[in-house]
């Protein structure tokens, strides 16, 4: 059974920071990409940012998080990280980390088979 489990999301003030973890359980970590993605209310799930399990690591960023986010990944930890910096409002969302079925991230959820259950992050002023 392969689990996602991620953590980190909370409230924070504009241009605050936050890191979120995705831990993943059941299923052969390195093998695979790993997509973040989030979902205001009303809105559509939108790709975040995504890394590749490829030796020569790809990571690759939405143009609304480009700067401003990282993307990492610790393979004998079998975890995902997001290092969120200089926080905006409009980054409020349940953000989700997710498995692909590919060794490159993709931007299409339909590419991903396994979901963690999502956190919440909120930005305030």
């Known amino acids: 059974q392969v689990q996602l489990v991620e953590s980190g999301g909370g409230l924070v003030q504009i241009g605050g920071s936050l890191r979120l973890s995705c831990v993943v359980s059941?299923?052969?970590?390195?093998?695979?990409?790993v997509g973040w993605f989030r979902q205001a209310p009303g809105k559509e799930r939108e790709f975040v940012g995504g890394i590749s399990s490829t030796s020569d690591v790809q990571v690759r960023y939405a143009d609304s998080v480009k700067g401003r986010f990282t993307i990492s990944r610790d393979n004998a930890k079998n975890t995902a990280y997001l290092q969120m910096n200089s926080l905006k409002p409009e980054d409020t969302a349940v953000y989700y980390c997710a498995q692909c079925r590919t060794v490159l991230a993709q931007t299409t959820p339909a590419m991903y088979g396994y979901w963690g259950q999502g956190t919440q992050v909120t930005v305030s002023s």
């Open positions: 059941g299923r052969t970590f390195s093998s695979y990409a």
